[in-house]
Structure formats: C-alpha cells, structure tokens
C-alpha cells in the first residue's frame, strides 16, 4: 500500500529560504509535518552580496537539515519576474474553444515573441455567473531557465513553478481566508510588494515597485550608514532610542507605499465597480515594520490585519520567520498535493517532460532487465561476441591531437589497408580535428567583432535625428505676429505686452517642451500604448505590411501648455501638425503611433488638483512615465512651480502632460493601408 503524500513547496526570496512540507494521509487530512528558515547571510540585493552563493548555501542548508528523498517539490519564482493580465472571455457556447480563445488574447496581451516566454492560464468563473474571466501568466524562458539552474546541482526537480502572488491565492483559497467581500491581500518583499485583490472564484493581482529595501535604504542616505547597519537599525527600531528620527527618515517611503497601493486599489474598483473590499491582510516579516499597519488602515480606509497563524493547519517550530512568511510555501505545497484553485504552472513543458521520463525511467529498465533474462539463453553468445568486438573496437583511442594529425591520416590512408571498421573510426576522428580547428578559429575575434559592431551602431541614424527634430520643432503651434518675430526672451515679453495678451495667458498658443527622452529600439512594434492613455486613435497608424520588425525611436516629451483648451488644444496644433511634418516622403523616417495623457492645472490657490493623472508611460520623468503598464505616481510639477522663467508670470495653473510616439526608422510607404479611428 503506497504511504502518504508529501510535497515541499519551496519559496527562496531575497532574504530568507522558506519551505513548508505538507503531508495528505489516506483520510486525506493534511498536515504540516516540517519547516525550514534559512535566512541569508547578507539581503541578495546589497552591492557586496554574492547572489548564487547565498543561493547554494541556502539551498545545501536546507537539504543538509532534511530527508526530501521521495517527497515532491513545487518551487516559486517572483512575481515582479512575470507578467499577469487578466481579461473577461466573450460569451461561449462551448468551452472547448476557451484554449483557442485565450491563445489569441496570449498573443495580443504579451507583448514578447511566444516562442520567448513560457506562459500558462487560469480561468474564473462563480457558479452563478455566466461570466468567465481568464488569468493568462508568463515569463521570458531565459528568466525560468537561470532561476531552475539554481536547483539543478542539487537534482531538485520541481514538480511545477508558480508565481508567488498565485501561491499565495491558493494559500488564501485552501485555508479559508476568503468570504463573501473581496479581500486586499499586501505582501511586502525585499524589493518588491504584492498586491491581491481575491474572492472565492477571482483573482487580481498587480506588483509595486517599493519593498523593504527602499526602508532600508531610506535609512542608508540619512543616517550615512553601510546597508548591513541600516537593516539592522530598521528591524529594530521599535526599541531603539532614536525610534522618532528613524521613522521620520522612512516616513518617504510609507508615502510611496500608500500612493501606490491607493492607485493600484484605484483602478481595480474603476474597473470592478460591483467590488466592496472587505479589509486588507497583510503578510511578509517586512509588514511588521512598527507604525505600518496603523498608517495603512488610516489612510486605505479599510480594516488592516497581519496574517499570523492559518486555520488548517499548525505550523511546525522554526528557527525564524513568522508563520505569514510561510504563505507562499504553504501556496505551493497545496498545488503539489493538488489541493489548489490554481492549477497553472510556469515550468517549461520540455523540462517538465525530463522530469516525468525520468521517473518513469526506472520501471522501463525494469522492464527491459527481465526481457533480457528471458531471452538471455538464446541471445547470450550473440549478445557476448558483439561485446568482445565493440570491447576490441574501442580498445585502440582514435583521437587526433591537432589538425596536423588529421591531414597526415587523410594523406595516407589509401596506402594504409586498414580494415573498413577501424578506417571509418580513424576517419571520423579526422572529421571532429578538423571541426575542432574551424571552431577555433571562427571564434577568434569574436568579441573584437563585437564591439566594433556596437560602435558603429552609435553612429547609424545620427544624421537622422537633424530632420525628426526639425519636425518636431516645425509642429509646434505657430505663434502670431509680432510674437514670431520675436528673436529673443527680451523682444518676446515686449512683443506680448505690446499685443495686449500679457493678461490672457490662458488664451495663448503656446507650447513648451520641458524635457525629452528617446530610446532607440530594433522592434518598434512591440512597443504598445496602454489603453489607460488618452490614445490618439484619431491618428491613422501604418501597416507593417513586411512583417519584418521595424527599427526606431520611442520619444517622450514632457511639456507644459497655458491654454485652457489643454488636451484639446495639443490635439488640433501639436499633434495634427506633426501629422503633416512627421510624414514627408523620403525622409528616411516617420511618425506610427502617437499618445496624450495630461494632467489638470492649479485651483485659485496655486496647489494643483487631482484632476487627470497619467496611469503610465515611458522613460522616467521623475516617476511620471515608467513603464507602459501599471499605476503610476501622482505627475511632479515643473521644475518651477510658480514663475514662467521667460516672462516671469504665476505658472501654477498651467496645463502638464506628456507625448509619446513612435518614430519608424523607414521611408513612409507609397500606399500605406491604414487603421481607422
């Protein structure tokens, strides 16, 4: 009778290795059996810290501490290393169109080739709805492949992979954590926080780019200390004498936390308005910072708790971490025992097809020793002749040492007479010097190559940049008379008092572009505007009729306008302008995709409503723009926020806004098919 089934789920963060091993008997309980904290010497993230290192010692801790001979295992990889969306499927008369359907949404919603990421799903569906929701989940190949490589010396073969903030979901899910409102789930990391919003049958989740190193390193630049000190001083600043000062150094940083997370919370309601949130759980060692849990329940309006014991099962005794920092192990070993809501797995179907072979390697060569037993009486003298002759064969080493060698054998191997089998040998070793030889010397200068590659790279297209910042300049809106007239600041403020428009600044066309950004990139059709932009899909985008990537630019101005037609106005001056300079033929270049995103001018007082407030961008404009996806900061104000520095007139009520657009290193097509509106 086979025994209980055990499985490990192993969660090895940037701090600490955490595993918990959970065990279903035949009455199918399930039970806690053991657990392990290994905490690493140093945070993986310090500057001094050896990465794979504090991996391996971790890891051979671990497995030193306990027996997993026999026991499966379920491993986690970081949230902030996959990618997660989530999208409601069209009515369906059949579900089993769902895996048709949700490879077309994969294709539109990762924005990587297929063949470079290893993705999986998850669909969500209450029973009294008809609705389905879909979880699509992914990671470049290249990322799972360098996290597995860490379990690979110690031949842990992981049973599947998911991502942290599913583990946690199924964590949730199994121990009954979850009622009838949705539930905000913060789990705070080393450099990263988590962000879960749950129910019984749907999942949303979004990662934060603020985690328990930006605490630490709050205290590094105000206290002049070494990262090892400030960690220190942070965990234990609840009891130390200068508890004030340290919290008023961190205080930044909690105001990071709860602008993000009231973002993220944002924008899950305004698209779930039927949402009523419940309370937040807080988990992580990170969450027990003194002060956070309070500060997060006044300003997120909502009851905060810290996860510190689950309902299901008892967790055994440890040498460090709080049963919270546990969950996502927990998560993991519930799917192993296939327990799980979530069933989706990132680990590559080719290593996952290894693992199952195998296994099951050993029942074949079971299988194949009692077939040779059977037939040993009849084939054993031919079995041992073929044994003798492939003993003789491969008892001479038929090895060239240099390609010298090789070209002495080819040159006198007719007068030789060998015998076919041991010439074919020789030959073959001839062959592979000979292969070796070219090898080597192809690869000479391969990294000179290189370089000389990239630098030449630096000077392609620099002649270009003269003609798209002449569009550009050639765009902006036009300015009346005498203000075009006008060649300097001086002549300017003169020209505008003199036309009377000194006072109806907001009336003015004007435009100032405060700061520019452009990133080159070989694939400027990977690059998408996010639907949360004001897209400019009045702009007809041209057809990739080739097929083949198409080079370019991704530029991102921030600018500034007085008038009070804002977004309005940049869209009849500015962006209709840059239609016609952006687009000439033969110019080696053209403008594809535009977008707008603004934010509202000042009140009466000078302080800038809340207004429209851009959910993303590109580059950085001090935490404007990001990345082209996910809740961003509020949008800073200029760098002057009260005087224009050419007319010196109040600014505070100013219109602010970023344009992006794509430049396509390529002459405008003759017949270009268009997208419509």
């Known amino acids: 009778m086979a025994g209980p089934q055990t499985v490990w789920g192993i ?115 209450a029973p009294e709805s008809p609705d389905i929701e879909v979880g699509i989940f992914a990671i470049k190949r290249e ?23 599913l583990a946690v979901y199924n964590m949730l899910h199994f121990d009954g954590l979850l009622g009838d409102g949705h539930l905000v789930v913060i789990d705070i990391g080393t450099d990263n926080t988590d962000l879960l919003v749950a129910t019984e049958h749907s999942l949303w989740t979004r990662t934060i780019q603020v985690g328990g190193n930006n605490f630490t390193e709050a205290l590094v630049k105000a206290f002049k200390l070494s990262f090892s000190k400030a ?53 992580g060692s990170a969450f027990q910072l003194p002060g956070l849990q309070k500060y997060l329940q006044q300003n997120l309006q909502l009851p905060v708790e810290w996860l510190d014991k689950f309902k299901k099962i008892k967790m ?11 969950a996502t192990a927990y998560g993991l070993a ?95 070793a001839a062959a592979q010097a000979f292969q070796s030889e070219y090898n080597q010397l192809t690869s000479q200068g391969g990294e000179d190559q290189r370089k000389t590659e990239q630098i030449a790279r630096l000077l392609e297209n620099r002649a270009m940049w003269l003609k798209i910042l002449y569009a550009i300049h050639k765009a902006l809106p036009a300015q009346p008379a005498p203000l075009a007239d006008a060649t300097d600041g001086a002549e300017y403020v003169a020209a505008l008092k003199k036309a009377g428009d000194a006072a109806n600044r907001a009336q003015r066309p ?33 057809k990739n009729d080739g097929g083949q990537p198409r080079p370019g630019f991704i530029i991102t101005m921030r600018c500034r306008t007085p008038n009070a037609d804002s977004g309005l106005f940049v869209k009849r001056t500015f962006i209709n302008n840059l239609m016609n300079t952006g687009r000439q033929e033969k110019a080696g270049f053209y403008v594809d995709k535009v977008g707008l995103v603004s934010a509202k001018a000042g009140d009466e007082s000078g302080q800038r409503s809340s207004g429209r407030t851009p959910p993303g961008g590109r580059g950085n404009y001090g935490g404007w723009d990001r990345d082209r996806s996910g809740p961003q900061p509020t949008p800073p104000p200029s760098q002057d926020t009260s005087k224009d520095p050419l007319t010196g007139e109040d600014i505070s009520r100013d219109w602010e806004f970023l344009v992006t657009m794509d430049i396509v290193l390529q002459d405008l097509p003759e017949k270009p098919e268009q997208q419509g509106t």
């Open 143 to 165: 990322l799972i492949r360098d996290h597995l490589q860490h379990f690979a010396p110690f031949d842990l073969e992981p049973l599947a992979v998911q991502t942290s903030p």
């Open 334 to 428: 519930v799917q192993g025992l296939q327990q799980a809501e979530v069933t989706s797995t990132l680990l590559p179907p080719e290593i996952a097809k290894q693992v199952v072979w195998r296994k099951k390697r050993a029942f074949f060569a079971a299988a194949a020793a009692c077939l040779l037993l059977a037939a040993g009486v009849i084939w054993f003298r031919k079995y041992s002749d073929a044994n003798v002759l492939e003993q003789s064969a491969s008892s001479a080493s038929f090895r060239f040492n240099d390609e010298a060698g090789a070209q002495q054998f080819i040159e006198t191997a007719a007068q030789q007479n060998l015998p076919p089998r041991r010439f074919a040998q020789e030959a073959l």
């Open 510 to 542: 004007e435009m100032w572009i405060d700061s520019f950004k452009a990133v080159y990139t070989d694939k400027v059709d990977d690059e998408t505007i996010p639907d949360e932009w004001e897209t400019m899909r009045n702009v007809e985008q041209i």
């Open 11 to 125: 969660d090895v963060g940037k701090s600490a290795l955490k595993a918990l091993k959970l065990r279903i008997a035949a009455d199918k309980t399930i039970d806690a059996v053991a657990a392990e904290y290994v905490e690493h010497a140093k945070i993986m993230t310090q500057p001094d810290a050896d990465r794979d290192a504090l991996w391996s010692a971790a890891l051979e801790k671990f497995l030193s501490d306990n027996d997993i001979s026999g026991d499966k295992i379920v491993i986690s990889v970081p949230g902030q290393q996959t990618l997660s969306r989530f999208s409601k499927l069209p009515p369906l008369e059949q579900k089993k169109k769902i895996p048709d359907i949700v490879r077309y949404e994969a294709d539109q919603q990762i924005p990587f080739d297929m063949d470079e990421v290893v993705w999986d799903y998850q669909t969500f569906q």
């Open 231 to 283: 960690e220190t001083l942070k965990r234990t600043a609840a009891t130390s004498k200068y508890a004030r000062q340290i919290f008023q150094a961190m205080r930044p940083v909690f105001v990071d936390l709860v602008q993000e997370l009231q973002r993220s919370i944002g924008f899950y309601t305004a698209t779930h308005r039927d949402a009523e949130l419940s309370k937040v759980v807080g988990i």
């Open 316 to 326: 055994p005794e440890t040498d460090g971490g709080s049963p919270g920092s546990f």
